[in-house]
């Protein structure tokens, strides 16, 4: 690029910013992420009580079917604005945004087009399922809202500004909470969260033209832009459908092999499961893709990078997880009535997924700040192809969905097990760590376990008062972990 950026370019901040930035991003990031997380889960638990279990399971369908169709179509567009050296260019970034409302239009119109034959199939195992037909195209107003928002986000990620990104979360996330409750409370059915999701979509994409910073987004169409996204994009796009597939399959098979209230229950346990997989890839994603892209120009080798940040991240998510192992049962004890005890049961199998999980992020953030996207493709392809092989035994022996949930969790291990044969090919040798860290996790997990559930006295109290021990007590257990590798990365400046 050249020194004196075009009239209406946003600068690029200079290379030593790029540390302090990151670190901020992290905080506002983890903020953003612990305030949506709180609302969700808080909302998620009055729905239970005032909706039916398949009402979960039905949303759940939806959400699947919208997530793939918009990973299906994923060529990367913001991943090339952060990467590419003209991601800062006006014909770059508006044929970047172009792109993007097009293929939002895309995804409505597919949408639409899937929600007949979707609701006769999963009708025909459970008839409640025949209101597909409906959830589907509203939901899908989303994909088309979407596609509009302003091209201001993708440059807000190139510059790691992602105070300014996380502000909009901050307003978007409590309002679709108050709007979903105050909708299911009145109308009682899946429609009220279908609805507070289309209204949020809508705020959501106002905001980005009036809180962040940037030029106005204008229709181009410059084909040599076209010509580098799509380039680069075709592994981008079998990676994203590969990851999609490999998130959501179990949402999308399960309900084709067990009843909607089981799956139903299956869904909110996955749902807490997936939390700590989620807040890592939206940190590697959002801070650290761009942090080593950036670095790798400046000349750091990716081993260099990648170690500066890998145990402390391993030893967050390690910790986060052996929470949700442990304190399963107790949470939904406390939170949900008996028509989800299953979860308790269900939600220590898929934390240890989400461990496994937690890693490939890591290696697939960095896969792709190296040039080879098609690295995190072979990954997700390992996982997918594992467990729909594994899913026709369940289906075939009849097998209940705790066998689906376990096979669930040897998948994520086999895909993180090709994630780290691919990363020594770059120099990324952490075997003895990683392992390290899962005899840590499942360690502390099966001591906390045994602390609710057998310890004398503690055993005996309320499930908030055994959930508030055993919080303070997985702390103390990975505080020497925090000191050794969370801190120093924290203050270094």
Known sequence: MSSSPEPGTAEAPAPQSFGGRARSGTLWIVAGFGLGQFLRLAANVVLASILFEEVFALMAIV????MGLAMFSD?????NVVQHPQGDEPDFLNTAWTLQVVRGILLFLVAVALAWPLSRFYGANDPKAYELLYLIPIVALTSLIDGLQSAKVMTAARHLRIKEVTKIEFLVVPFNMGVMLLLAWHYRSAYALAVASVLSSVLHTVLTYQMLEGARSRFRWAPEVVKTIISFGKWVFLSTLLTFLAIQLDRLALPRIFSLAEVGVYSIAASLAVIVPT???????????PWYSRMLEEGMSLPEAFGRTRTAMMASSSFLCALLASGASSFFALAYDTRYTMGGMLLPILACGAWFSC??????????????PKWSALSNATKVATFACLLLLVAVFDLNILVAASFLTLSEFLRWLVCHVLGRQLGLRNARSEIGLFVVFLAVSL???WLVEHAPLISDLKPFWRLAVLGVVVTLLFAPLFVRFLLPLVRRR
């Open 75 to 79: 060529i990367g567009l913001q991943t």
């Open 63 to 66: 959400l699947a079917v919208m």
């Open 279 to 289: 807040l890592a890839g939206k940190l590697q994603w959002s801070v650290l893709f």
């Open 447 to 449: 001591a906390g376990w």
């Open 359 to 372: 890693l490939e992020t890591m290696y697939g953030a960095t896969f792709v700040a190296a040039g080879r």
